[in-house]
């Protein structure tokens, strides 16, 4: 299935960062929400793979975080999304100057992606996220990609009215990572659902800006 091209807004000034910012299950990259977000800072916003329900995997089940998942569309998406980090890597952006994230379904695939790209990043963040193949992921992290990333700061954030994706699925998921030893900073919205408000992608952009050292 063809790859369809991610949305490219470029830094008003100096490009010498990238946040790469991923979508939701039956999203696009092309929304305003991601194109418009985070001020001046170049963004990459990748699209799905052309499919008709756009999606980055597909949902084998949805009841908890331990049922089977879509491992070789998750593998898949990994891929495509370290090829997006290598590609700013190419063109001269330390790995270290580019952020990975996304919301529900795109901030899940991040976290998965950026706990195993073998290149060091700024950060990584989800939004409205849970875990990818959980009980899986101490054996798929290899020795390279793990030591890259171990000390890269993870953001979560969750509305505690979220339908969809449970609070407790990502409640659990800063656990788990924090046991693997990655520090997560996970916040609760009060009265959110499968959604983001303004206080989180405040929120948000300040920790973006402690990461990038953002000067507008």
Not at 55 to 74: M, N, S, T
Request: hydrophobic share 40%; proline share 7%.
């Amino acid at each position: 299935m063809a790859q369809l091209a991610p949305m490219v807004v470029p830094a008003l000034k100096k490009h010498t960062a990238t946040v790469i910012w991923a979508h939701g299950l039956g999203d696009h990259g092309s929304s305003p929400v991601y194109t418009e977000a985070f001020g001046s800072q170049a963004k990459i916003c990748p699209q799905n793979f052309g499919m008709r329900m756009p999606g980055w995997y597909d949902i084998v089940a949805f009841d908890d975080l331990a049922q089977q998942q879509d491992q070789p569309g998750i593998f898949r998406s990994r891929d495509y999304f370290h090829s997006l980090i290598k590609a700013e890597i190419d063109k001269g952006i330390p790995s270290n100057r580019i952020v990975l994230g996304g919301f529900s379904q795109g901030g899940s695939l991040s976290i998965f992606a950026g706990l195993c790209s073998p290149s060091p990043l700024a950060g990584i963040f989800g939004l409205s996220s849970y875990l990818l193949l959980g009980p899986s992921l101490p054996q798929l992290l290899t020795p390279q990609n793990k030591s890259a990333n171990i000390s890269t700061p993870i953001f979560m954030g969750h509305g505690d009215l979220d339908p969809l994706v449970k609070l407790e699925w990502g409640q659990e998921t800063a656990k788990v990572l924090k046991e693997l030893g990655w520090v997560v900073d996970f916040r609760v919205y009060r009265g959110l659902q499968h959604s983001a408000d303004p206080k989180e992608m405040d929120d948000l952009e300040e920790w973006l800006g402690k990461r990038l050292l953002i000067q507008d």
